[in-house]
């Protein structure tokens, strides 16, 4: 058994900062890549930012410059530092993670972000 738990979200004003984190928990013997994805009503999940296990990172070009994508393997946890937030990164943040193969990916049940003033 394999579990992602997401904590951080919130309500924040434009301009300001979030950080969210996922824990993975539960029969890891190993953790591949690592992502944050979000989804607003009606609109499929899109990826926000990823990150390999050597630290290599990726990002939606939406938030290119603002967020940044980091993971603590030593405690199977991954961040999303979330900067001059805007009101359009209203979403649910999703965690996402590909645990024991590269294959097998699971997901966390999501936070929720409202940036609203």
């Known amino acids: 058994q394999v579990q992602l738990v997401e904590s951080g979200g919130g309500l924040v004003q434009p301009g300001g900062s979030l950080r969210l984190s996922c824990v993975a928990s539960?029969?890891?013997?190993?953790?591949?890549?690592m992502a944050w994805y979000r989804q607003t009503p009606g609109k499929q999940r899109e990826l926000v930012a990823a990150?390999?296990?050597?630290?290599?990172?990726n990002y939606a070009d939406s938030v290119k410059g603002r967020f940044t994508i980091s993971r603590d393997n030593a405690k199977n946890t991954v961040y999303l530092q979330m900067n001059s937030l805007k009101p359009e990164d209203t979403a649910v943040y999703y965690c996402?993670?590909?645990?024991?193969?590269?294959?097998?990916?699971?997901w966390g049940q999501g936070t929720q972000v409202t940036v609203s003033s």
């Open positions: 996402n993670a590909a645990i024991n193969t590269r294959y097998s990916h699971y």
């Open positions: 539960g029969s890891i013997f190993r953790i591949y890549a």
């Open positions: 990150i390999t296990t050597d630290g290599t990172t």
